[in-house]
């Protein structure tokens, strides 16, 4: 009787230190588990965000994104002689607002001549007719250059970037929901707070460049030349001037250039002076001597 209440003791006394044992552990361990599952729901997100930017990927890859818009920013320069440059300016600007576009710039430059540079934005369905329309302003047309940039690739980069980023944004807002202490929310908030910074960068980035897609930009130089007239006449002395000049210096430099190619060809020019002057200089010894032996003395009559 005495051995089973001995039993009966030892068994009830080791289920209490249990039972204690297990009431000190329990609340730790779960206190460590969240903080492990929140991170590890994190990186599952992370993984499902990913995956669904490779299938977004792949389907673009495999072409069920079809005939994307190509997308183009078309660019010219104008260099434009113009009778009065503000009056060309005040007419460029007219023709830029009507074909629904502005003028970003226009400067007058300091120079001996009446000078502007104006920087034009134009709808991108009219950018030719527009281009035609300021040239027409002009009396004559310098120079011209046109350009287009193709940024289809880029742009549609970006659109998918966007789109992951925001789906990333509402995966953190759900986890959001989800955390249980201030810790989590913290962290959360920091991943969240940088996902939307980089939203308002890459939006501002589409954003600028729909503008120049859109608005095709065109710099245009004007200048005024000076003109006089005579008697009726139009006379450009500095045009004619310029041109004077460009034939003189166009004429020094057809000189500069022949006497270089002189001095570098001078030792082949004495080479072959020196080989033709001997072969002349045998021919006179050779028939001289002929002519004394030979042909002389035929000529002599015996006496």
Do not use: C
């Amino acid at each position: 009787m005495t051995a089973n209440r001995n039993v009966l003791w030892g068994v009830a006394t080791f289920l209490f230190l249990a039972l204690i044992l297990a009431a000190i552990t329990i609340p730790s361990l779960l206190r460590s588990r969240a903080p492990a599952d929140q991170a590890a729901m994190i990186g599952r997100l992370h993984s499902a965000a990913q995956s669904a930017s490779d299938k977004q990927e792949t389907k673009v890859a495999f072409g069920e994104v079809t005939s994307p818009v190509k997308k183009l920013i078309h660019n010219a320069e104008l260099s434009l002689s113009v009778r009065s440059v503000t009056e060309a300016a005040s007419r460029i600007q007219q023709l830029a607002e009507q074909s629904g576009g502005d003028v970003e710039k226009y400067e007058m430059l300091d120079s001996g001549t009446p000078a502007a540079t104006l920087i034009v934005r134009v709808p991108s369905a009219g950018f030719s007719s527009a281009v035609e329309a300021f040239k027409k302003v002009a009396t004559r047309t310098d120079s011209e250059k046109l350009g287009a940039r193709d940024v289809t690739r880029e742009f549609y980069d970006d659109e998918a970037h966007l789109r992951n980023l925001h789906a990333e944004e509402q995966q953190y807002l759900a986890i959001m929901k989800q955390a249980g202490t201030i810790k989590d929310t913290l962290q959360v908030s920091e991943k969240l707070s940088d996902v939307r910074d980089r939203i308002e960068r890459l939006q501002a980035q589409i954003q600028v460049m729909s503008h120049d897609i859109e608005m095709s930009q065109v710099a245009i130089i004007l200048s005024q030349p000076a003109e006089t007239r005579v008697l009726g006449a139009e006379w450009k002395p500095l045009d004619n001037a310029k041109t004077a000049m460009r034939e003189l210096l166009s004429g020094l430099g057809d000189w500069l250039d022949w006497i270089v190619a002189v001095l570098i060809r001078l030792p082949l020019v004495a080479i072959w002076t020196g080989t033709v002057g001997f072969i002349v200089w045998v021919v006179w010894k050779v028939g001289r001597w002929g002519w004394l032996h030979w042909f002389k003395a035929t000529l002599t009559p015996q006496a």
